[in-house]
T-cell receptor, first 114, second 112 residues
Framework: DSGVTQTPKHLITATGQRVTLRCSPR?????VYWYQQSLDQGLQFLIQ???????AKGNILERFSAQQFPDLHSELNLSSLELGDSALYFC?????????????FGPGTRLTVL | DAKTTQPNSMESNEEEPVHLPCNHS???????IHWYRQLPSQGPEYVIH???SNVNNRMASLAIAEDRKSSTLILHRATLRDAAVYYC?????????????FGQGTILTVHP
């Protein structure tokens, strides 16, 4: 158990819909990361937050947005869903946002868009 | 980000040592070498990292070549639970952000 929790575990929805994925970091960790894992693209970094502020952006679509709240939990919002958005979404946390800190990953949310 | 090259797959027998290689010929002086692994149906898991010197922890050892253009992750006695995809990742120590850039990794199969 990494100490990072993600809800829900599974999500099935239809094209065009909007969903919210939730992540609670390990106690004391200030930085949260979101990653997407699909069969064709592998594991890809989406976005990083540090203590409530956006720190870095990766291959995140404009239809996707995220935020980190004052209690440090984070949400990833996916809208106008397409079939290609079906993937595993992982949240990770680290003590700081620095590059030598290890990241602790949650169990993931499996999103299926029908 | 500097690129890493790993074999697509490797096989080992249980209780034997496993040496997983990684080439990173374009590594810069400030790049840390990180290893993560992903067990089936789980999120990635940190294994070990280093900068210049060899490193040991309870999970594995990391041997870094003197010119830093390659490294080897060593699992001293493989168990069935070590069957996973292993990722070698370079992270620039100068940056104030810490994203991980995953490649294809090495699929490790462990035979009983």
């Amino acid at each position: 158990d990494s100490g990072v929790t993600q809800t829900p575990k599974h999500l099935i929805t239809a094209t065009g819909q909007r969903v919210t994925l939730r992540c609670s970091p390990r106690s004391g960790d200030l930085s949260v990361y979101w990653y997407q894992q699909s069969l064709d693209q592998g594991l890809q970094f989406l976005i990083q937050y540090y203590n409530g502020e956006e720190r870095a952006k990766g291959n995140i679509l404009e239809r996707f947005s995220a935020q980190q709240f004052p209690d440090l939990h984070s949400e990833l919002n996916l809208s106008s869903l397409e079939l290609g958005d079906s993937a595993l979404y992982f949240c990770a946390s680290s003590a700081t946002g620095l590059s030598y800190n290890e990241q602790f990953f949650g169990p993931g949310t499996r999103l299926t868009v029908l | 980000d500097a690129k890493t090259t790993q074999p697509n797959s490797m096989e080992s027998n249980e209780e034997e040592p496993v040496h997983l290689p990684c080439n990173h010929s374009t590594i810069s002086g400030t790049d840390y070498i990180h290893w993560y692994r992903q067990l089936p149906s789980q999120g990635p898991e940190y294994v070990i990292h280093g900068l210049t010197s060899n490193v040991n922890n309870r999970m594995a050892s990391l041997a870094i070549a003197e010119d830093r253009k390659s490294s080897t992750l060593i699992l001293h006695r493989a168990t069935l639970r070590d069957a996973a995809v292993y990722y070698c990742i370079l992270r620039d120590g100068r940056t104030s952000y810490g994203k991980l850039t995953f490649g294809q990794g090495t699929i490790l199969t462990v035979h009983p």
